[in-house]
């Protein structure tokens, strides 16, 4: 879906974006090997925030609120909007 989205410039963007939070999500000592998911620190603090629904859940993917979601889509397009 993204890569429709997104072209050349932008989506080198979005692939350094995902390359920095892999740093965050290390999980060794190697520095090599990375978690796919996203920190659950972070995950929580959206949650009490009110921007998603509880990660804490069997499900593979969470809700965001509507303020959640005008406030994910102003950043991705703040981000990643053609220059």
């Known amino acids: 879906m993204f890569r429709e989205v997104l072209h050349g410039h932008r989506w080198e ?3 350094q974006v995902v390359l920095a939070l ?15 998911s996203l920190p659950w620190s972070v995950m929580d603090s959206l949650h009490q925030k009110g921007y998603i ?4 859940t069997k499900n ?16 991705f397009e703040k981000l990643f909007a053609p220059e």
Do not use: I, T, Y
């Open 53 to 56: 629904s509880d990660p804490a």
């Open 22 to 36: 892999f740093q965050m999500n290390l999980s060794d000592d190697s520095g090599r090997r990375a978690w796919k």
């Open 60 to 75: 593979k993917s969470v809700w965001l609120s509507e303020e959640g979601a005008k406030l994910s889509k102003e950043l």
């Open 13 to 15: 963007k979005l692939e």
